[in-house]
């Protein structure tokens, strides 16, 4: 099921994509030869118009071919005829449209599933867990720790880390409206060895008005997240940790795990991912046209298209290879 949701998550995510490129590319009277989703083989194609919409037999991806976009052309329809402003445009809407269903994806998940609770509410209490043997139940809202104030879950997790396993905790908290106060000794969390309380955050459902308002500021805040994080990377501030494939399998799969919400809500982060991702001035990613378009612009004249060409060509290549040895190192964690 893991591999299914992957693959469910993946392919949504790239006809989101792609159909960003091929909407924009048909709004300024580009001729798109084929809107493909997958690589390989055809296994169903269709015709309509001018263009040809395809499924294809490996579903790692999806392109959109438009006349004039690697070569020239003679066509007033072609691609590389357009204006730069134009050509920006639809090389901007495939990454702009992975920004867009981020929010999508975590407005539904607030709306149907209901976001993580901001007070210190309690969703599950594990059977004969310290908290259950103490009395507390899913519903209950963890007010003090040991007379310090809670005022989110985040409070109790640091809490919870300076604790150790045998520690008994004073915790208030609130049911039906009143006040009650219980002595908990915390368990062992034998894979960590940390001490448990035996409780999982809460979740709060939302109105579609503050589904979508919390949405579009996830998306942002993890879109400099995201941003911040590469930078640490690229200056040696913080160790590089990436994940191809494999990983991302078992990613979902951990998520798919703890629920429906923590799913819709990594499939929103990889969006956002793919976003940030085809923006870097990459060769063979939307970034490196971008910069390829601005240059343009900022001349007044075309840049060699097979040079041009060339250059993203190597791109995809060292794209490639990267690939592998991220999909190699995921493997070898996995089996560590």
């Known amino acids: 099921m893991s591999i299914v949701y992957t693959l ?6 790239v006809v989101v994509h792609e159909f960003g490129h091929f909407a924009v590319a048909k709004l300024n009277g580009i001729k798109v030869h084929e809107f493909a989703i997958g690589m390989g083989p055809q296994v169903i194609s269709r015709v309509k118009g001018d263009t040809r919409y395809s499924l294809r037999l490996f579903p790692i991806g999806g392109f959109v071919a438009m006349e004039g976009e690697d070569e020239d052309s003679d066509d007033a329809q072609a691609f590389c005829n357009k204006s730069v402003a134009a050509r920006m445009a639809v090389t901007f809407a495939g990454p702009a449209m992975n920004f867009i269903f981020a929010a999508i994806f975590f407005m539904v998940a607030f709306m149907y599933f209901g976001q993580p609770s901001t007070n210190g509410l309690l969703g599950e209490v594990s059977e004969g867990s310290p908290a259950a043997l103490a009395g507390l139940q899913a519903g209950d809202v963890i007010v003090s720790l040991d007379d310090e104030q809670v005022e989110n879950w985040d409070d109790i997790s640091l ?11 004073q915790i208030g908290y609130m049911r039906d409206g009143e006040l009650y106060a219980v002595s908990v000794p915390t368990g062992l969390n034998e894979e ?5 309380l035996g409780v999982r955050q809460g979740v709060e459902r939302t109105g579609l008005w503050d589904a979508l308002k919390n949405g579009c500021v996830m998306t942002v805040n993890f879109t400099v997240m995201l941003v911040v994080s590469l930078w640490q990377m690229i200056t040696g501030a913080a160790a590089v940790d990436v994940a191809g494939p494999v990983g991302m399998v078992s990613m979902v799969g951990e998520f798919a795990d703890v629920g429906l919400i923590y799913l819709f809500l990594f499939a929103g982060i990889l969006s956002v991912n793919l976003g940030v991702m085809n923006l870097l001035p990459i060769p063979a990613l939307d970034g490196s046209r971008l910069v390829f378009l601005a240059i343009e ?3 007044r004249k075309p840049i060699d ?15 490639m290879m990267l690939m592998g040895v991220v ?3 995921d493997i070898e964690r996995l089996l560590q």
Do not use: N, W
């Open 192 to 196: 960590t060895g940390s001490a448990v």
């Open 305 to 319: 298209r097979d040079k041009e060409a060339m250059v993203h060509l190597v791109g995809f290549v060292l794209l």
């Open 8 to 13: 469910i998550i993946l392919c949504v995510l």
């Open 297 to 299: 612009g900022i001349r």
């Open 159 to 169: 809490f919870m880390q300076d604790v150790t396993a045998g520690d008994t905790v």
């Open 327 to 329: 999909t190699y190192l």
